[in-house]
């Protein structure tokens, strides 16, 4: 804390004795009531202490010489320990301080021991005593005292109204009362006590034409004070009500006046009265006062002048004493709107143009009605003019659907300059008063161009602001500014010395504008430069709607389509893309503003995602609804590769299988194709016993002749039941050669073949089935069955044929079932060959067909029958002629 000391070091010593005097005092009297009840006393005692000065307090010690004065220390609230600094050590048994008293909140000053001996820490309630210091701001004189007395009905209240405002400030504990004291001829009032800063005081009754003196007192525990006094005569606090029955008049022969007329709120007897004037157009909020010397007198009417013909104005009217011209003026009187009477119109129609095709080919001519138009325009007049004169003219009724004149735009008329060089526009205003004056148009189909430099566009509270840069060399006319939104166009017309304005057009929030300014040479419209701007931006009314993805194996193209124009509410700034996937935090990619397409990377394949686009504007964002898309399982080109790869393999392992078998044609050919003997190319002779085709050379071993056998027909059929016995029992092997007879040739009687399935003579099989064998046929030299041969086959024939082909099972054993008269064997529809081991399968008896037999009728021998065979012939005497013949050659028999 700071310690601050007074100047006079002779009065601080004196109250210092002053307060020891009175502490011995006080210790006296508590030794003698309060017996050893404390030990350290305190003062002084004050019920308050004023903020922002200096306090000086004095602890003494008594009926104790436990401690001394260099055993107390001072503290603030038990908390703050006030520094030795501020601490005076009086004597051995008194300690004073000096501290400042600030905060608004009340505190104690507690003096204390520090010592810790044992009497001390046995009774520490004794070693400790305080101050309460109660807080508070001294009273101040009160500012802006001000006192009105109403109106009420035809007289004025009784009641003084006061306000004032309060200087100072005020505690909790200690607040500042306020009192508000009147005084004229009659006596002096007072108002009750306050702690706001407004009260009343009753006069009884308001007493006119006396002198009022009005001030306010404020006081608290520190003091009390005066405000300044308020002396003014009595109607001067008087507030009478507005005046009444207010009326505006218009009149036909003056269309730019508006006649008013009044009441009087109150009688002349008891106050006179001033008035005061103010009106405007209806809808704007700039008033126009009438200088109080022109209704400084009685009065209860007043002529409006230089208005506008066919304009509606706002008037109101109020009143105060008019004697010192002071006091508190009347509320304003209600509305009171009149509209003044039309004239024709003063000044141009605001004419302009719309640009349209490829070249500025077409022209749209629009005007708005004339600044001044002192009326409800009916129609145009137009005028197209060229280079020879006035080319057609045209009345174009006005827009009447349109209500307020000063915006309405009206369409005139389109025209075309592809075939002209220009076309000069004259336009003219008509209402029922009359018609204004012409204003004209150049329109040049150029291609020079004539622009302002450095647009700039901004807002400003509430307002759109234009600035631009007058272009070098070019001699202005004029400037025109121009929004336009949605179709809907506005402009405003700027002097040749501007070059800064603000937009006076009504604009709305959240609506982009495309500004633009044209510069006026001589009538001539020359090219734009434009910017677009918005009044006030927000967050879009919609996100982007996500059109497309292309999703890939690790990737996703995305396409989306911008907010519409309308529903963007200011610039997109960028666009923000967050993407998951499922039970993930979703990862976010910043996009600028230009693009309407991102391709994400880094995705994993074959799995789900979810994406969302939010674009934002300065003011906010807004999100798209979520789009799901999957990427592909495989990347691209992995199914190609697969294919391409197991397709190159495969050719390969083919282009290897074929090399393979080239190179080893001949071992596949011999285990897959062995070489088969061909029976068709055997040598096939036709001999007879009388002409032998070649003389052979008769075999070792080799019975030669010719044998005659008798044999019946139980010992035939005996022998193919034998036979058949032996086929069933050995199937599949070849059978003695004695079975066979060698027709034509020697007959190998003595080395008969053995079977080829007896076990130990399997290594001879090659060599039995590689041997030559001979087949033959036999044809009778007699008919068959009553049959006449014919004259050249008298005598019997004998076929031939010398082949390798090996013997089947069913050649060397025919299985022949004997029965009583002839059958019919149906055999297969070609004959069948059976080669080599193949063919060692046995046959039934009965399955002739598998022989090839050719269908014949087939009788078994009589017993009286009588076979001869021999190397030059064979016969066979039977009562019906020929016997058929057996022709293992082709594996069956067949008739000769």
Known sequence: MKLLFSSGAVVMMSSMVLQLFGLAFVASVLHAKHEFSTHLVTSPHVPVVEIGTNFTATCVIVNTVEVTADSLYWNLSESSVVPEKNYIKINESALAVTILISGEESEWLFCSCKKNSPYVSLNKSKFIHGIYLKKAYPPRRVENLSCVAEQDGKLVSGFLNCKWDAVGGQTEDVKTQYTVMVQHESGTYRSTPTLLNKTMVDLGFFPHFMHFDVWVVADNLLGTVESEHLKQDANEFVKTDPPSKVTAFPEELFPNCLLIKWEHPIEDVRIKLTYQIRYCQSGSHTWSYIPLGDTDKVITSFRLQNLQPNSAYVIQMRCRNREGNSGPWSNWSANETKTTPEDRPRSKPDLWQLSGGDHGEEV???????????????????????????????????????????????????????????????????????????ACLILVRSSEKTTVEKLKVWTQEGQMFVEWKRPNNTAVSEYVVEWARHGKTDWQRENKTTTRTAIKGSLEKFVRYNVSVYVIQSGRVWKLVH??????????????????????????????????????????????????????????????????????????????????????????????????????????????????????????????????????????????????????????????????????????????????????????????????????????????????????????????????????????????????????????????????PSSHSQHSIFSRSESTQPLLDSEEHPDVSLQEGCRQVQPPPRPSLFTGAENQNSMESDDFRLLGVEQHDFCPLREDTELTTGPDSLSADTESGAVSSYMPQLGGYRPQ
């Open 364 to 438: 749209q001519i629009i005007c708005k009605d004339p600044k001044h138009a002192n009326g409800r325009i009916t129609s145009f007049g137009l005028i197209l003019y060229n280079k020879n004169g006035p080319l057609e003219q045209e009345i174009i009724p006005a827009d009447q659907n349109q209500n307020s004149s000063e915006s309405r735009v009206t369409v005139l008329k389109k025209i075309s300059l592809a075939d002209k060089q220009f076309v000069r526009v004259c336009v003219n205003a008509n209402n029922s008063k009359g018609t204004s004056p012409e």
């Open 531 to 788: 910017k677009e701007a918005y009044l006030e931006q927000g967050a879009p009314e919609q996100g982007p709607t996500i059109n497309k993805s292309y999703p890939a194996y690790d990737n996703a193209h995305l396409v989306w389509d911008e907010i519409p124009l309308d529903k963007r509410r200011g610039f997109i700034t960028n666009y923000n893309i967050s993407y998951r996937k499922e039970n993930e935090a979703p990862k976010s990619i910043r996009v600028a503003a230009n693009n309407t397409s991102y391709t994400l990377t880094e995705l994993l394949g074959n799995t789900k995602y979810e994406v969302w686009i939010s674009a934002s504007t300065v003011a906010g964002s807004k999100n798209s609804n979520p789009h799901s898309f999957t990427t592909l399982r495989y990347a691209p080109g992995t199914i190609e590769g697969i294919v391409v790869g197991v397709s190159l393999g495969f050719l390969f392992f083919v282009l290897m299988a074929l090399l393979l078998c080239f190179l080893k044609k001949d071992v596949l050919k011999e285990n897959f194709w062995p070489q088969i003997p061909n029976p068709g190319e055997s040598t096939i002779g036709n001999w007879s016993p009388d002409y032998p085709p070649k003389e052979e050379t008769p075999k070792e071993n080799c019975v030669s002749g010719v044998s005659v056998l008798d044999v019946g027909v139980c010992e035939v059929k005996l022998g193919f039941e034998e036979d058949k016995t032996s086929l069933s029992l050995k199937k599949g092997k070849y059978l003695s050669e004695e079975h066979s007879s060698g027709i034509g040739g020697s007959s190998c009687m003595s080395s008969p073949r053995q079977s080829v399935s007896d076990s130990d003579e399997g290594p001879d099989l090659a060599d039995s089935t590689a041997s030559t064998v001979q087949y033959s046929s036999v044809v009778a030299s007699s008919g068959y069955k009553g049959q006449t």
